[in-house]
Nanobody, 115 residues
């Protein structure tokens, strides 16, 4: 399975960006697709995840970010509104079995928010 993320860039605080991540390859069974981020000098952290029927968000992005999924395209999106400088990070997409027996990561896309 390969994940290709895109949509990162530079934006002013208060702006918006949409990330997308397309999965290709053999994907079997129930799975969840999600986004994580890693800011400079910090550990990777959870941002949002969805199975399609269910979505969950980190407290720091609730009300500002929306995750969605197109199952026909095996693509997950992250709509990011009201961006803050603290949202600056490399954003990674992930797909994982809901049974926890496999997962794959994308290459990361950089989001820079300036004040």
């Amino acid at each position: 399975v390969q994940l290709q993320a895109s949509g990162g860039g530079s934006v002013l605080a208060g702006g918006s960006l949409t990330l997308s991540c397309a999965a290709s390859g053999s994907i079997s069974g129930m799975n969840a697709m999600g986004w994580y981020r890693q800011a400079p000098g910090k550990q990777r952290e959870f941002v949002a995840i969805t199975t399609g029927d269910f979505a969950s968000y980190a407290d720091s992005v609730k009300g500002r970010f929306t995750i969605s999924r197109d199952n026909a395209k095996n693509t997950v999106y992250l709509q990011m509104n009201s961006l803050k400088p603290e949202d600056t990070a490399v954003y990674y997409c992930n797909i994982a079995s809901t049974r926890g027996d496999w997962d794959f990561w994308g290459q990361g896309t950089l989001v820079t928010v300036s004040s």
